[in-house]
C-alpha cells in the first residue's frame, strides 16, 4: 500500500512538534504533506526530523519564514516544483512532487480571501494526460454538504475541479457520510480538508479517511487525512 497523509500542523506546529513527527513515524505514509508549514527555526526542524525518517525528496516554497504555506515529502524520489506565479499574494500556497506515474499537490488555500489557486490548477497546471493527486487544507468544501451551513467560499471552484474529472476521494469512498476535519470554538464542523484524485487513479483507491485521534489529542486542530493507494 502507498499512503499519502495530508495534515493542517497549525502554524507551524510550534511547540507540538515533537508529538508532530513522532505521529509521522508511527504512521510510516510514503508521502506527507503538511499545510501551515513554516520557513523558520521549526520548519528546519521539521525538514531535518522528516530527512531523518526518509523523506529524502522535499519540495518547498520561498514564503517568509512566518508565512503560512505548503510542504511536501516524499519517501521515493521525484522531481519537486513551485508556482511563483500562481497568484500573486499566494505563490507558497502550492508545490508538487512529480512521481514517475503521477503527480502529488500539497496546498494550503487561504481561508476566505481572494486567489486564482483554483484557476491556476485547472486552467494551467492540470492536464488531462497526466494523473495527479491534490492534498491539503482547501479551507473550502460543498455547502450543506461539508457543512451544515453555507458559508464556504469557492465551492463553485470544487465543482469545476470535478468537471475536469477530479473525484473527491473520501466521498468516493463513504458516500455522503458527514465527517468534519474541523470545529469551530462553538462545536460547528467543518470539512475544510480534502484529497481530490484523478478519475484514472480511482480503481487503485484503497481507503480514504481522518484521524480525528490525532486530532483529539491535540497535536494541531485539524484532523489529518490519509489517502491509501493499492500499489
Known sequence: MFDILSWNIRQGGGSRLTKIVKSIEDLKPEVVALSEFRNNKSGIQLRTSLLRLGYRYQVVSHAERDVNSAILASRYPCSQSIFPKCDENYDHSIVCGRLPVFDIYSVYFPHKKKHKLFEFLIEDELKPDRPAIIVGDYNTGKNHIDQVGNSFWYTDQLIDLEKLGYVDAFRHVHGDVKE????????????????YVSEALL?????????????????????PMVLTLKV
Open 203 to 223: 480503481p487503485f483507491i484503497a481507503d480514504c479517511k481522518y484521524l480525528h485521534e490525532w486530532r483529539e489529542a491535540g497535536l494541531s486542530d485539524h484532523s
Open 180 to 195: 468534519y476535519s474541523w470545529f469551530s470554538h462553538q462545536g460547528n464542523g467543518y470539512r475544510y480538508d480534502h484529497s
